[in-house]
């Protein structure tokens, strides 16, 4: 198989795999949190949140920078063993709009930033078309250690590091997430559909409305998707309109 071919493959599984994702990683698979949450319960029989005293020191964070000192040298999965840089996330700490995509790639990886280089300047080029200046938003990812290769995060490495999304969800009480393609859509809403059929709905985490489009490195190997996308982002503005404005 020659040069040509191999990569025309490669985009083409990205492609599909932006559309309809990895179904053989969706089953639920009992992580390290999901384990400690269970075996607490037992112990106690109650919810493990009513014990405060039980709560991991970050859980008790009250601003964002506690919250990043206290999980930047996190080993609660694999993820942490290729990490160059913890990628928290950046942003308004007050913001209305929360970006969420699926985890860190090289770039970010190497500035310990969340949607840097190519993509990123397109996720800002993004908000712009709809009036957000990229400082005025939230943006993080659902893993914050970057995969190796740029591989999919697994479902019980977006379970374990899921509670820190929560939690920065929880200090900046957005009213909006705008999930960037469909592992991050995965990731925070548990969905099994597809993302053409998440595309246009709206949905809920915590108060939050969230919408669905694709993720700016998906638009950069496909252009065509550009067009579907504004029209996702038209949807996200107006709901923006309705509940903020
Ligand atoms: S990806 Fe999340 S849970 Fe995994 S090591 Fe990094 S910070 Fe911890």
């Known amino acids: 198989m020659n040069d040509k071919l191999k990569k025309q493959i490669i985009e083409a599984l990205k492609d599909q795999k932006e559309i309809f ?10 992580n390290r949190r999901t384990k400690i949450v269970a075996e607490k319960k037992e112990k106690y029989s109650v919810e493990p949140e009513l014990f405060a005293e039980e709560k991991e020191e970050w859980e ?3 601003s964002l920078e506690k ?9 609660a999965c694999k993820l942490c063993e290729g990490r160059n840089k913890f990628v928290f996330g950046s942003g ?3 913001a209305d709009v929360m970006c969420v995509g699926e985890g860190p790639g090289a770039e970010e990886d190497k500035q310990g930033l969340p949607f840097v280089g190519r993509a990123g300047q397109l996720l800002t080029d993004i908000l712009k078309a709809i009036k957000f ?13 970057r995969p190796p290769g740029n591989r999919t995060p697994l479902p019980d490495e977006m379970d374990t590091c899921l509670p820190y999304l929560r939690k920065q969800y929880e200090l900046i009480q957005p009213k909006l997430i ?9 990731g925070l809403l548990k969905s099994r559909e597809s993302l ?6 709206i949905y809920e985490f915590e108060d939050a409305k969230v919408m669905v489009t694709y993720h700016p490195a998906a638009l950069l190997r496909n252009p065509n998707w550009k067009r579907p996308c504004w029209e996702d982002l038209k949807k996200f ?4 309109d309705d509940l903020v404005k």
Not at 21 to 30: A, C, Q, R, V
Not at 67 to 75: H, M, V, Y
Not at 133 to 145: P, Q
Request: aromatic share 6%; hydrophobic share 35%.
């Open 21 to 30: 994702g990895d179904d053989l990683f969706e089953e639920n698979i009992l």
């Open 60 to 62: 008790k964070a009250g």
């Open 67 to 75: 919250l990043e000192s206290l999980i930047k040298d996190c080993t």
């Open 92 to 94: 308004n700490p007050n």
């Open 133 to 145: 200046e990229r400082d005025e938003v939230y943006i993080a990812n659902i893993v914050k250690c």
């Open 178 to 186: 705008l999930c960037l393609g469909l592992t991050a859509a995965k």
């Open 196 to 201: 053409t059929s998440m595309r246009g709905k």
């Open 237 to 240: 503005k107006q709901l923006y």
